[in-house]
């Protein structure tokens, strides 16, 4: 057990829906990332929050946004989906630090189909 | 940028068998080195990592050396079990103010019995 809680492990919606994922950190980790896992696209790096703030974007799509609260959970919101969005999701956890040090702590991911 | 490279799978293997999965790394600086595994159903976990050159990380019978010379962090195991049966990501951690970690594609073996 990482100690970083997604839920819902599994989600399935329709094409041009919104859904919302949660991450809950393991305690007293500041910073949240979010990644997305396709078959075809491996491991994709989303966004990263790190107590409360946007610390860094990759790969996310305009139609795709996430907020790190005050209690430090994170959601990620996802909106018109398309097929292409099924996909596993990913949240990550790290120890206190700013910049990071590579260690990151997964939950178990949430998978998401679109029909 | 940087980069990570690993080869491809997936790889097989009879137990007791020796495993080395390649990583190559492109990166300006000092990167530390990580190998993250994902077992079936589960969110990647920490595996081994290396933070300078010719530092060995090691766990569960898994090693791997950072060569800056080579630029590679190939992991290593000598006698595979079953339940090793996973998918494997190299991983850097790039230097500098922009720091964040850089994936491999992954590589997934497969243990018989």
């Known amino acids: 057990d990482s100690g970083v809680t997604q839920t819902p492990k599994h989600l399935i919606t329709a094409t041009g829906q919104r859904v919302t994922l949660r991450c809950s950190p393991r305690s007293g980790d500041l910073s949240v990332y979010w990644y997305q896992q396709s078959l075809d696209q491996g491991l994709q790096f989303l966004i990263h929050?790190?107590?409360?703030?946007e610390r860094a974007k990759g790969n996310i799509l305009e139609r795709f946004s996430a907020q790190q609260f005050p209690d430090l959970h994170s959601e990620l919101n996802l909106s018109s989906l398309e097929l292409g969005d099924s996909a596993l999701y990913f949240c990550?956890?790290?120890?206190?630090?700013?910049w990071g040090t590579g260690e990151l702590f997964f939950g178990e991911g949430s998978r998401l189909t679109v029909l | 940028g940087d980069s990570v490279t690993q080869m491809e799978g997936p790889v097989t293997l009879s137990e007791e068998a020796f495993l080395t999965i390649n990583c190559t790394y492109t990166a300006t600086g000092y990167p530390s080195l990580f190998w993250y595994v994902q077992y079936p159903g589960e969110g990647l976990q920490l595996l081994l990592k290396a933070t300078k050159a010719d530092d060995k990380g090691s766990n569960k019978g898994f090693e791997a050396t950072y060569r800056k010379e080579t630029t590679s962090f190939h992991l290593e195991k000598g006698s595979v079990q079953v339940s090793d049966s996973a998918v494997y990501f190299c991983a850097l951690l790039n230097a500098g103010n922009n720091r964040k970690l850089i994936w491999g594609l992954g590589t997934s073996l497969a243990v018989n019995p």
């Open positions: 990550a956890s790290s120890v206190v630090s700013r």
């Open positions: 929050y790190y107590n409360g703030e």
